[in-house]
């Protein structure tokens, strides 16, 4: 065996049984490197003035090429330590490796070093993955729980799951689809040898993935005798589809019970994502649980029904507001998973261009007195930018008041209240209630009446600030609507500061992400000429397991801020059309439209020409890209 240090003077790395270059050695053995090469590999290495892994320096004076590397590795099925081959590959240090080594001695080693170095946060599990998917070249899966050969899978008793990070898919040409947490693992591959035979394909996935799809495999197998009164693995079942909402940052979990199925599908990034199909028998059992966690009627099966609750999962706990909708197939369940974390923003944060930030701090948010509407449709992040409002002028010389639907985020420092119609709590009562309170700022959860929207002019007009959300395509929108609901013009062009309309669109995924010129065709559908955008860097996902090909990943906000003028106000005075308002807004304001915001977005690379012409209002031609860079960004 070749023992070459990869940090020479630090010492060997003892107490495992592969190699300490194991991709090398590995090499050596397949013939696919000469001795003479590594050892003159070894000499230039030494001369280097920062230690570069032994490796790197074989591929730098091309004596192995990546391909063959992956190649090598892929085919032959060998055990390698991971942990040596991290340190060869230069993504932990020796020492980081050593810890974990004595680590795994300590506990008798029962557990393994992977599992070790990922507890302890020396490596991060999408480092490891990208370490054994792209430079070892096993492809990354994402096992799910519908593709899942169950013939395959039950050739292994349960217990076998709980031994080994393994999960068979399913069978291809060249052999069963295995993923694994660690393909390299020798007592991973021996065991699934003697069960699937020598002819597999190792694959990588992150453990909860394996872990999930095993549970909703072997739930999966309860459900055939089932067993809706089988309590345990119905409430596993549940709490399975809950966690995996959850892990995937899923904003609402819809339930369907369909004609031959019940299909759960979770919307993320606020596209519907498909996410398994169950038999159809299994819906009551799993209706009646999450009734009994909504505390609702479990008996009444004929009517509509809403309710909350809160689930406790390792990790944190999360509230969602379900609602039971009954169909011709039974009632379908949509859960809103409310108090998500990370979603509390500063208004910094929320992707605002910087001028139209800076625009809308000093000119509306800092103003002492006056209404500023968030307006867009439902899911267009309104609420998280009025949080992220609240979160930014919180401080103990501000009082601030709120009356929501309900309260989504508590935060602290300010007063929250759930408007309840179930207890009379309604938002007639409270918003009479509210002025009492001496506030300086009033959250109007939403204007959607006249009452409403006269209690906001009204509080406004007495020196508070008010801020509230409305349901409205664009900035302009928000003026008509509130002219269409007889509040007096002079009453709205004295008392709206600002309107700030927007979007959420898809991000680009960052793994899949590549570049993309649009043709001709693409630049005539949003507006633009060749001549319109030089500089522009527009890009396409090219789908990955990580975005569960989809090349989306995340969202950014596009925004069209209003900033109420002397011009604006006086077109409103005089009732002037949309068409009139809007141009004088663009015109005096230096309003950036939804659609020219989110085209200067989809040229800096962050979304697609796609999402934007899905989700964007084309009133008019957007302005050649330069102008608009120069508005937004100055
Ligand atoms: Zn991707």
Redesign the pocket.
């Known amino acids: 065996m070749h023992t070459i240090n990869p940090f020479p003077g630090e010492g060997p790395v003892s107490g495992n049984e592969c190699g300490l270059n194991p991709i090398v050695d590995f090499l050596l053995q397949e013939k696919l490197l000469a001795p003479k090469q590594v050892e003159y590999a070894t000499r230039v290495r030494t001369k280097l003035e920062t230690p570069r892994p032994l490796l790197e320096v074989l591929k730098e004076l091309k004596l192995i090429a990546d391909d063959q590397i992956k190649k090598a590795v892929k085919d032959s099925r060998i055990s390698m330590c991971i942990g040596n081959i991290l340190v060869e590959l230069g993504y932990i240090k020796p020492d980081d490796l050593q810890r974990a080594l004595d680590i795994q001695a300590a506990d008798n080693n029962s557990r393994k070093i992977g599992e070790i170095l990922l507890e302890h946060r020396l490596i991060d599990e999408q480092v490891l993955i990208e370490v054994l998917s792209l430079q070892m070249g096993f492809p990354e899966v994402e096992p799910e729980f519908t593709e899942i050969d169950q013939a395959l899978f039950a050739k292994a008793p349960a217990k076998w799951y709980e031994s080994h990070d393994v999960i068979p898919i399913q069978k291809q040409a060249d052999g069963v689809l295995i993923a694994f947490v660690d393909p390299l693992d020798g007592k991973d591959l021996e065991a699934v040898k003697q069960i699937f035979g020598d002819k597999f394909v190792p694959a990588i996935a992150r453990r909860n993935a394996i872990k999930r799809a095993v549970g909703m495999c072997q739930s999966g197998d309860l459900k055939k005798d089932l067993a809706a009164s089988d309590e345990n693995s119905i409430i596993r079942l549940a709490d399975e589809i809950l966690l995996a909402a959850v892990e995937r940052d899923t904003s609402d979990i819809h339930l369907e019970p369909l004609k031959n199925n019940m299909r759960v599908r979770f919307r993320q990034d606020g596209v519907l994502i498909h996410f398994q199909d169950f038999p159809a028998e299994i819906m009551p059992a799993l209706t009646n649980r999450i009734k009994v966690l909504c505390e609702v009627d479990i008996t009444e099966k004929r009517r509509h029904q809403g309710g909350r609750f809160c689930f406790d999962y390792p990790g944190g706990q999360i509230d969602l507001r379900v609602s039971f909708y009954v169909t011709v197939h039974g009632e379908k369940i949509v859960m809103r998973l409310l108090n998500r974390k990370g979603v509390l923003l500063d208004i910094d944060d929320i992707s605002l261009s910087r001028r139209i930030r800076e625009r809308f701090k000093e000119d509306a948010l800092y103003v002492p007195s006056g209404v500023i509407i968030i307006t867009g449709p439902t899911g267009s992040g309104k609420t998280t930018t009025v949080y992220g409002c609240i979160n930014h002028i919180n401080n103990p010389q501000t009082s601030i008041i709120t009356a929501e639907e309900p309260v989504e985020y508590v935060i602290d420092g300010i007063a929250q209240c759930s408007i309840n119609p179930k207890i009379n709590l309604t938002f007639e009562e409270t918003l009479r209630h509210i002025v009492r309170q001496d506030p300086d700022v009033i959250v109007i959860g939403e204007i959607r009446d006249k009452f409403s929207a006269e209690v906001a002019v009204q509080a406004a007009l007495t020196g508070h600030k008010v801020l509230t959300t409305f349901h409205t395509e664009d900035s302009i929108g928000g003026i008509v609507r509130l002219l269409n609901m007889d509040i007096e013009a002079f009453l709205i062009s004295s008392t709206v500061v600002s309107i700030l309309a927007q979007r959420l669109l898809r991000k680009i995924?960052p793994?899949?992400v590549k570049d993309y010129k649009p043709t001709p065709a693409d630049l005539q559908r949003i507006g633009f000429s060749p001549n319109d955008i030089p500089g522009a860097q527009f890009r396409k996902?090219?789908?990955?397991a990580?975005?569960q090909y989809t090349?989306y990943?995340g969202r950014v906000g596009v925004f069209e801020l209003l900033v109420l003028d002397e011009q604006v106000r006086d077109a409103i005075i005089e009732q002037k059309t949309s068409q009139d308002i809007r141009r004088i807004s663009i015109e005096s304001t230096g309003l950036v439209t939804l659609l020219e915001d989110g085209l200067v977005k989809a040229a800096a690379g962050l979304t697609t020409i796609d999402e934007v012409l899905r989700s964007l209002p084309r009133l008019q031609k957007p302005r050649p890209l330069p102008e608009l860079q120069r508005l937004l960004e100055g």
Do not use: V, Y
């Open positions: 995924c793994h899949c996902g090219q789908g990955c990580r975005c090349g990943r």
